[in-house]
């Protein structure tokens, strides 16, 4: 009974290649986020949508991109994939940002060629 | 034991031995607390919150800590079990850009649970 979905579970891109990952969710919960996590790393969060209203960290790098088209689905775009950006991307939701927790999906494994 | 760099801190333990995991936290303005465990290939798994008008919170074999003169938390897992085995994440709730709060997590302990 998955609440937070992601597909693919893993994914091979070329490096310079767009990409996109999605993530879905049937708790109809008011907020999605999106987070890289490396090896042994914590994760680190990129930016987070407030129903429609988009908020970016100051350091995410501008190669990266999301979408939220309705409150179930999220999209995050990687438009000029790096070695670098080969990572664990994690999408998580939330009833709201304050004081309640979040609930993970699995992670899209993504590597770069 | 306690590595730097990359690495994560362990903690080695005997099946059926109580374990506690420890993190710093570096904000005194942070209310809300959670702790995760992550297994190998899988998201966080939520464990078990605080928040900060509390002190103590337990769950099933879990309890947290919270002293906040400190700024320190711990998780506390009764009887461990090999499938305890995991990397334990705890995050604090604080205040982000323009007002949202974000979790930021701290770095991560890997528990090991030995037969």
């Known amino acids: 009974d998955a609440m937070v979905i992601q597909n693919p579970r893993y994914q091979v891109t070329q490096f310079g290649k767009p990409v996109t990952l999605s993530c879905s969710q049937t708790?109809?919960?008011?907020?999605m986020y999106w987070y890289q996590q490396k090896s042994s790393q914590a994760p680190k969060l990129l930016f987070h949508y407030y129903d429609k209203d988009f908020n970016n960290e100051a350091d995410t790098p501008d190669n990266f991109q999301s979408r939220r088209p309705n409150t179930s689905f999220c999209f995050l775009d990687i438009r000029s994939p790096g070695l670098g950006d080969a990572a664990m991307y994690l999408c998580?939701?939330?009833?709201?940002?304050?004081?309640?927790?979040?609930?993970f999906g699995d992670g899209t494994r993504l590597s770069i060629l | 034991g306690e590595s730097v760099g990359l690495h994560l801190p362990t903690l080695s333990v005997q099946e059926g031995d109580n374990s506690i995991i420890n993190c710093a936290y570096s904000n005194s303005a942070s209310d809300y607390f959670i702790w995760y465990k992550q297994e190998s290939g899988k998201g966080p798994q939520f464990i078990i919150d605080i928040r900060s008008n509390m002190d103590k919170r337990q769950g099933q074999r879990v309890t947290v800590l919270l002293n906040k003169t400190v700024k320190h938390l711990s998780l506390q897992i009764a009887a461990t079990q090999p499938g305890d085995s995991a990397v334990y994440f705890c995050?604090?709730?604080?205040?982000?850009?323009?007002?949202?709060?974000?979790?930021?997590f701290g770095k991560g302990t890997l528990l090991t649970v030995n037969p």
């Open positions: 995050a604090e709730n604080r205040a982000g850009r323009g007002s949202n709060y974000k979790l930021t």
């Open positions: 998580a939701t939330a009833l709201s940002t304050g004081g309640q927790p979040q609930h």
């Open positions: 708790l109809n919960h008011n907020v």
